[in-house]
């Protein structure tokens, strides 16, 4: 079984979805086969690597993959790599009619100071045989000579109607059959993560052919915001023993550590009808919480701990 996400990644700029304001200003790139150094940034899953691909089949047709590296910097962080492996890439001319290579560095954020330094003199040294196109999830970790030199793109998390609108391709394509709401939750898990969006419905559709609202919940470890809602709503009303009760079974029964109930009580809060006032304090104290699960604290006690301070903020 092929992995979807690799099967239905779009192989030209146009097939990108959620990205309109970037892929229009890349195709104008695209018209002269001609581009600065790119600095693509933004979160996990929003089209930054499947954008760097389709500029090289683009430019470089049938023959693209013999005129690019790709290099993960996560994995390869160190100045050698830079020094040795893209030198020694940048050094080479293309093989097409077009004059220049292009090295696509990803998770570039991952590459330490010396690094990114010794990358700057290249890029400066080899403009005329290789143009960067590099990947981030913050750009803030790229130095600043860097990101002047660069033409900097930045991808946003996409948006409902896009991630729906790719699953139902996909879907139609397998011969699978689901449900609208489970569609809108596997969204809401992935919030605007194509990638993992796709990988979540491939998991769905190993279980079962009819992808509903149990088969996510199951594969995700994700409780129903129902429930979720109800255990908020339990410690506002001051019924803490019952409120932690509901939060024991649900965190049992889903699977879920803490941090997954934190971050799924935090989005709940703002859905809830209540005070906005109210609502600040409480994302206060998940904020908090949330913190010291981090830090190493018991789940159980900290959770337990938040619900009571839920239900002290509710009766000021």
Known sequence: MEVWTEKYRPKKLEGIRGQD??????????KSRSFPHLLFAG??????????LAISREIYGEDW??????????????????????????????????????????????????AQHALRRIMEDYTHTVRFILSCNYSSKIISPIQSRCAVFRFKPLPKESVVEILNKIIKNEDLVAEQEALELIYEVSEGDMRKAENLLQACASVTKNVNIKAVTEVVGFAEPQEIEKIIKLSIAGRFTDAKKKLTEVMVGYGLSGLDVVKQIQKQIWKLNIDDSIKIKLIRACGEYEFRLVEGSNEFIQLAAMLAEFSLIAKK
Do not use: H, W
């Open 43 to 52: 979160p996990a899953g929003t089209g930054k690597t499947t954008a760097a």
């Open 21 to 30: 304001d970037i892929t229009s200003r890349l195709k104008a790139f695209m």
């Open 65 to 114: 993959s013999d005129n690019i590296l790709e290099l993960n910097a996560s994995d390869e962080r160190g100045i050698n790599v830079v020094r040795n492996k893209i030198k020694d890439f940048a050094r080479t001319k293309a093989l097409e009619d077009v004059p220049f290579k292009v090295i696509y560095l990803d998770e570039s954020d991952a590459l330490t100071k010396e």
